[in-house]
C-alpha cells in the first residue's frame, strides 16, 4: 500500500521547511551585515558610491584644470580633491552616504559651490557645475597681491573644517585689503558652520550694507548675502524667514540661473521639494536651454510622486543633453522603468 500524503510529509516537509528557514536566515543576516557595514562605514562619510560630473563656464564649453573638491556635510568630515580633465570631467569613489559640498575653483573664475545627496546603493546621477568667470573691476580690491597666498590658505582651511584658523586667515586677509569687503560672505560662511548663526546673519547684513556703494558687483553680491541669510534661517527650521530671504536674494539678482538654481538645491537637500521646484522651475524660465533644472525637476516630481510631471521635464532635459552622455543614458533608464 502506497504511503499516504501525510506520511510523505513526515519524511520530507521537515527538512524542506527547516532549509527554507536557514536559507531566509542567511538571507536575513547578509542584509543586516551589510546595512551595519555601509552605515558604519559611511559615518566617517566613507563608502562605496561613486560621484561624477563636469564644470562648464557660462557658454557651456568644459573648464580644464579646475579643482574640485568634496568634503562631507559634517564639521572636520572626510574630504576628497580633484582636478578636471580636457574635458572639464570630474569623478570621485569611496564615499559615503548623505549631503556632501562640493567646490570648484578654477583661474579666471569665480569659486562656486553647491550641495550634493550621495546614495550608496543608488547610481548617482552626473553632475554639471557651471563657473562665472571673474568680472573686471574697477575697484581697488587687493591693495597687496601677496595677500592672495593669505586668502588660498583661508579657502583650503575652510574647506577641510577648521573653521576658527579660516575665519583668523580671511580676517588677516581683511585687514590688509579691506574694500574687499565680499570676503565678508566668507567668514559668514564659516560662522554658519560653526552654528553661530547670530554672527554670520551680522556678517551677511554688512555685506548687503557694503553693497550699496558697489556699482559693479553690489546687486550679485547682495543676491548671495540674502541667500546665505535664507540658508540659516533654513537649517534652523525657519521655513518662513528662509522663503522670505530666498525672494529677496532673487529680486536683488533676478537675471542669475545658478542663484535660483543653488537656492533650488538648498531647498532640494533639506527635502523642501515642493519649495525646491520652485527655484529649479525659475532658472529654468531664466535660462531655458540649461538642462540641469529640468533634470533636477524631475527628481522632484519623483519624490513628490507626480509621475506624469516627471516624465514630461526629464522628456525635456533629453532634448537639451547631449544623446550620448551618461546622464541622457540614466534618465532614459528612469524613464523606461517610471514609464510602467
Request: aromatic share 12%; hydrophobic share 40%.
Amino acid at each position: 500500500m502506497a504511503p499516504s500524503s501525510r506520511s510523505n510529509c513526515k519524511y520530507f516537509c521537515t527538512p524542506v521547511l527547516a532549509m527554507k528557514r536557514r536559507i531566509s536566515l542567511n538571507i536575513f543576516l547578509t542584509v543586516i551585515i551589510l546595512y551595519l557595514f555601509l552605515n558604519l562605514y559611511s559615518q566617517a562619510g566613507r563608502g562605496t558610491a561613486r560621484l561624477s560630473g563636469v564644470v562648464l563656464d557660462e557658454d557651456g564649453k568644459p573648464v580644464r584644470n579646475a579643482k574640485v573638491i568634496i568634503v562631507f556635510g559634517q564639521p572636520g568630515g572626510y574630504s576628497q580633491e580633484t582636478t578636471t580633465n580636457k574635458n572639464g570631467e570630474w569623478a570621485f569613489l569611496g564615499l559615503g552616504t548623505g549631503k556632501w559640498e562640493i567646490t570648484v575653483n578654477a583661474e579666471g573664475f569665480q569659486s562656486q559651490t553647491i550641495v550634493a545627496y550621495v546614495k550608496q546603493l543608488e547610481l548617482n546621477p552626473k553632475m554639471t557645475i557651471k563657473l562665472q568667470r571673474i568680472k573686471k573691476s574697477s575697484h581697488p580690491f587687493l591693495q597687496e597681491e601677496t595677500t592672495l597666498e593669505i586668502l588660498e590658505k583661508a579657502e583650503e582651511l575652510f574647506k577641510s573644517g577648521q573653521y576658527d584658523e579660516a575665519i583668523a586667515q580671511f580676517q588677516l586677509f581683511y585687514e590688509k585689503n579691506h574694500q574687499a569687503y565680499p570676503v565678508l560672505l566668507q567668514i559668514g560662511h564659516a560662522y554658519r558652520e560653526k552654528g553661530d548663526f547670530e554672527t554670520a546673519q551680522k556678517l551677511y547684513n554688512e555685506v548687503v550694507e557694503k553693497a550699496k556703494t558697489d556699482s559693479l558687483l553690489g546687486k550679485e553680491m547682495t543676491g548671495k548675502a540674502l541667500a546665505a541669510i535664507g540658508e540659516c534661517f533654513l537649517r534652523q527650521n525657519n521655513y518662513e524667514e528662509a522663503k522670505k530671504f530666498f525672494e529677496q536674494s532673487l529680486e536683488a539678482f533676478p537675471d542669475d540661473e545658478i542663484l535660483a538654481y543653488n537656492v533650488g538645491e538648498i531647498y532640494f537637500a533639506n527635502a523642501r521639494y515642493k519649495e525646491a521646484l520652485q527655484y529649479y522651475d525659475l532658472a529654468a524660465k531664466i535660462k531655458p536651454n540649461w538642462p540641469d533644472p529640468y533634470l533636477k525637476m524631475g527628481y522632484v516630481y519623483i519624490n513628490l510622486g507626480e509621475i506624469g510631471k516627471a516624465v514630461e521635464v526629464l522628456e525635456k532635459f533629453l532634448t537639451l543633453e547631449p544623446p550620448d552622455s551618461e546622464r541622457s543614458a540614466l534618465v532614459k533608464n528612469i524613464l523606461t522603468t517610471i514609464k510602467k
